[in-house]
């Protein structure tokens, strides 16, 4: 089993949607959450990090924590066509990152 | 310059080659860290220094690989009588500290080809 799971997708949403993505990870003893966003051909981009229960929000993101069902999300609102990458989740647990394999985003204009 | 300057950033090498990867952190960035991304995947960790020390290389995939940062800044990655599974993009990326909510900051990469 993985330590960060991520549904690899591709998931497409029309432009102004909410896109979703989720991500799972095995380590109860996980201490913070990052959201990256991967452009084709580039380097992965920090986008959010959250380390608590419940919700922390920047401009149009969203992240969720739910440590107890070992879950978390990222919400974009009003999406649009400059958001189309590749999403990656990690989880950090002392000197140690795991990051997901990616869900792929696609924002339809 | 302001972010994390790796170089090449296109490396082709014949099998059996040494090659060796170069990544230049954020000035005053503590931490230092490898990875490697092979195509549709996410970053698999390699190795992690805390200035110059090298505290975790349980990611190196085999003895071939080799990662220094002697003076706490600059760091090289070689891999030694390269395979075609070598082939990947190796990250480079740091961050202040390590520690709770210490987010890592990438550079663009080296895309590696093993011929």
């Known amino acids: 089993q993985k330590e960060v799971e991520q549904n690899s997708g591709p998931l497409s949403v029309p432009e102004g949607a909410i896109a979703s993505l989720n991500c799972t990870y095995s380590d109860r003893g996980s201490q913070s959450f990052f959201w990256y966003r991967q452009y084709s051909g580039k380097s992965p981009e920090l986008i959010m990090f959250i380390y608590s229960n419940g919700d922390k929000e920047d401009g149009r993101f969203t992240a969720q924590l739910n440590k107890a069902s070992q879950y978390v999300s990222l919400l974009i609102r009003d999406s649009q066509p400059s958001d189309s990458a590749t999403y990656l989740c990690?989880?950090?647990?002392?000197?140690?990152?795991?990051f997901g394999t990616g869900t792929s985003l696609t924002v339809i204009p | 310059g302001a972010g994390v300057s790796q170089s090449p950033r296109y490396k082709v090498a014949k099998r059996g080659q040494d090659v060796a990867l170069r990544c230049d952190p954020i000035?005053?960035?503590?931490?230092l860290f490898w990875y490697q991304q092979a195509l549709g995947q996410g970053p698999e960790f390699l190795t992690y220094?805390?200035?110059?020390?090298?505290?975790?290389k349980s990611g190196l995939p085999s003895d071939r690989f080799f990662a220094e940062r002697p003076e706490g800044s600059v760091s090289t990655l070689k891999i030694q009588r390269t395979q075609q599974e070598d082939s990947a993009v190796y990250l480079c990326a740091s961050s202040e500290v390590t520690g709770v909510g210490q987010p890592q900051h990438f550079g663009d990469g080296t895309r590696l080809s093993i011929l």
């Open positions: 000035s005053g960035h503590v931490s």
């Open positions: 220094f805390q200035n110059e020390a090298q505290l975790d």
């Open positions: 990690a989880t950090n647990t002392g000197n140690q990152f795991y």
